[in-house]
């Protein structure tokens, strides 16, 4: 057995149906000048319906989303999201990032969690909703959290001491059940790998957890660009491999950031992925690729 998905991320779906000007009066103010000028510009909803047309035709068993799905982590973004995520027709896993937690008061009132948790439901560590782990035969999808309200022009993520701890323990047990752990994340985890003022300010500690513990492969979105590296773990001679995916919504034709999906068809003992980039009219996919 094995699992077949999607994955995609940044779709920044938006809707400001009903949204009074006193909900700009925190960081929304900078970050709605900045959707008006240029990230509204560049992301087009058709995009996201057109891979879940996709999703269905290629008949994967799940939609897997590494954070962004909103702009501003308003009530009207969450339910719009909400409703597109229903209308799919596949299963869909996501976890958040730091747009979906834009505000002190998103994250205190927990409006992520609360209003998408139809779509992390899993496993979970006593003290705390990440990690989940979704189990699907010989395949487990491990959803790790780095969402934190962050200062005007920042777009960091912190992973924290208690749940890099939890994290450990999870990795542990699933290893030593033999199954293939897929670790989603929406920040980098390569050192070196985002911009100025976009880092995970834990990414150290993370990276002793997968060095540790292992891993058969972490996906995470973010930069809005296609990536690849690797982590170090427990085997020298089998380093973890770590993918980045482009925004799914982004309209850009600058190689690399052109809005792009993976499907991967993952077990225990393989990976193999095939990356499908937007071209203008279509998401195609790559030549020339291979297993992870």
Same mark, same amino acid.
């Given at each position: 057995?094995?699992?077949?998905?999607?994955?995609?991320?940044?779709?920044?779906? #938006?809707?400001?149906?009903? =949204? *009074?000007?006193?909900?700009?009066?925190?960081?929304?103010?900078?970050? $709605? +000048?900045?959707?008006? @000028?240029?990230?509204?510009?560049?992301?087009?909803?058709?995009?996201?319906?057109?891979?879940?047309?996709?999703?269905?035709?290629?008949?994967?068993?799940?939609?897997?989303?590494?954070?962004?799905?909103?702009?501003?982590?308003?009530?009207?973004?969450?339910?719009?999201?909400?409703?597109?995520?229903?209308?799919?027709?596949?299963?869909?896993?996501?976890?958040?990032?730091?747009?979906?937690?834009?505000?002190?008061?998103?994250?205190?009132?927990?409006?992520?969690?609360?209003?998408?948790?139809?779509?992390?439901?899993?496993?979970?560590?006593?003290?705390?909703?990440?990690?989940?782990?979704?189990?699907?035969?010989?395949?487990?999808?491990?959803?790790?959290?780095?969402?934190?309200?962050? #200062?005007?022009?920042?777009? =960091? *993520?912190?992973?924290?001491?208690?749940?890099?701890?939890?994290?450990? $323990? +999870?990795?542990?047990? @699933?290893?030593?059940?033999?199954?293939?752990?897929?670790?989603?994340?929406?920040?980098?985890?390569?050192?070196?790998?985002?911009?100025?003022?976009?880092?995970?300010?834990?990414?150290?500690?993370?990276?002793?957890?997968?060095?540790?513990?292992?891993?058969?492969?972490?996906?995470?979105?973010?930069?809005?660009?296609?990536?690849?590296?690797?982590?170090?773990?427990?085997?020298?001679?089998?380093?973890?491999?770590?993918?980045?995916?482009?925004?799914?919504?982004?309209?850009?034709?600058?190689?690399?950031?052109?809005?792009?999906?993976?499907?991967?068809?993952?077990?225990?003992?393989?990976?193999?992925?095939?990356?499908?980039?937007?071209?203008?009219?279509?998401?195609?996919?790559?030549?020339?690729?291979?297993?992870?």
């Amino acid at each position: 057995m094995g699992l077949r998905f999607l994955h995609c991320s940044d779709i920044h779906l #938006l809707s400001l149906r009903g =949204v *009074g000007p006193h909900r700009f009066l925190n960081k929304r103010l900078t970050g $709605g +000048v900045n959707l008006m @000028l240029k990230r509204g510009k560049h992301h087009d909803e058709a995009l996201f319906d057109r891979m879940c047309e996709h999703a269905r035709d290629r008949a994967v068993d799940r939609v897997v989303i590494t954070g962004d799905l909103s702009n501003l982590a308003l009530e009207q973004e969450f339910e719009h999201i909400r409703t597109k995520l229903r209308a799919i027709g596949v299963p869909v896993t996501v976890i958040p990032g730091n747009h979906d937690a834009y505000t002190r008061g998103s994250v205190r009132n927990r409006r992520f969690e609360q209003m998408l948790d139809e779509f992390m439901a899993g496993e979970r560590s006593e003290g705390g909703d990440y990690p989940f782990v979704q189990r699907y035969g010989d395949v487990a999808l491990v959803g790790v959290s780095t969402a934190q309200a962050s #200062l005007p022009m920042y777009a =960091v *993520g912190t992973v924290g001491p208690e749940q890099l701890e939890r994290l450990d $323990g +999870v990795l542990e047990r @699933l290893g030593a059940e033999g199954l293939g752990r897929i670790v989603l994340i929406h920040h980098p985890v390569v050192p070196g790998v985002s911009k100025k003022r976009h880092d995970l300010l834990d990414i150290d500690a993370f990276g002793e957890v997968i060095a540790r513990r292992g891993a058969e492969l972490i996906l995470h979105g973010h930069e809005h660009t296609l990536l690849e590296g690797t982590l170090a773990g427990p085997d020298s001679e089998r380093p973890v491999p770590v993918h980045g995916i482009s925004s799914g919504t982004n309209i850009s034709q600058h190689e690399g950031r052109r809005a792009a999906f993976a499907i991967y068809q993952v077990s225990a003992a393989s990976i193999e992925r095939e990356l499908h980039v937007w071209d203008g009219e279509d998401f195609r996919p790559q030549p020339g690729e291979a297993a992870a």
